[in-house]
Structures are given as structure tokens and as C-alpha cells.
């Protein structure tokens, strides 16, 4: 299982960019799906999640309003789309995919297991 994430890079506060997790047909159909970051000497912190269903999203209160998630199964593609960006926005962002349909998922979606993880891309926001 691959996820492979894109699109990163370097904006100025107040910009805009989307990053992309490529995805295989059945993880992006069947598997609930997570964007983290991290900093060095951090904890890593979830910022959006999808339900496998696509029905439920998630998304941490530092973010909140900011980024927006979409899915495109003809692509395989999970996006998450990042506005108004700040400096506390820097970070290396990961993309996570779980097989958890559970009522606990939708309750805490970024404290799950997750199965498999991206290699991660770069934001920084200056």
C-alpha cells in the first residue's frame, strides 16, 4: 500500500495550496483517511480527517475554517486544501489511511491506529 503525498512548498501568510495523497482505488474507497503535521520536538497533530464514507469529516479547531478536504475517487486522490495559511501552519504534513468504519473513528478520528502512513510533504509559511 502506497500513499504518496504532493504539494507542498513555500508560501507567504495569507496564501494558498492544496496537497494531494495518492492513493490506491480500495484505500481511497474503503479506508477512513487522516492529514497530520509535524515540527521537530513536536507532537505529531491531526488536522483533517474523512470518514470512509466520505460523510463525516473532521477537522482540529487550529484549522478550523481554513482547510477543507475533498476526495476524487476517479483520481484516487485525497486533497486538502490549505487558505489563509500562518506561520504556525509549518510543518511536514503526512497522510494517513485506516480500515476503521467504527462509531469510535467518527468520535476520535485522530487518535486511531492508523495502517499506513505518506512520506510527507513540506509546508512552510513565512
Known amino acids: 500500500v502506497q500513499l504518496v503525498e504532493s504539494g507542498g512548498g513555500s508560501v507567504q501568510a495569507g496564501g494558498s495550496l492544496r496537497l494531494s495523497c495518492a492513493a490506491s482505488?480500495?484505500?481511497?474507497?474503503?479506508?477512513?483517511m487522516g492529514w497530520f503535521r509535524q515540527t521537530p520536538g513536536k507532537e505529531r497533530e491531526g488536522v483533517a480527517a474523512i470518514h470512509m464514507r466520505g460523510h463525516f469529516t473532521r477537522y482540529a479547531d487550529s484549522v478550523a475554517g481554513r482547510l477543507t478536504l475533498a476526495q476524487d475517487n476517479a483520481k484516487k486522490t485525497l486533497y486538502l486544501q490549505m487558505n489563509d495559511l500562518k506561520p504556525e501552519d509549518t510543518a511536514m504534513y503526512y497522510c494517513?489511511?485506516?480500515?476503521?468504519?467504527?462509531?469510535?473513528?467518527?468520535?476520535?478520528?485522530?487518535?486511531?491506529?492508523?495502517?499506513?502512513w505518506g512520506q510527507g510533504t513540506q509546508v512552510t509559511v513565512s
Open positions: 494517513a489511511a485506516v480500515a476503521d468504519c467504527s462509531l469510535n473513528y467518527i468520535s476520535r478520528p485522530f487518535s486511531v491506529e492508523y495502517d499506513y
Open positions: 482505488a480500495v484505500i481511497i474507497k474503503t479506508y477512513s
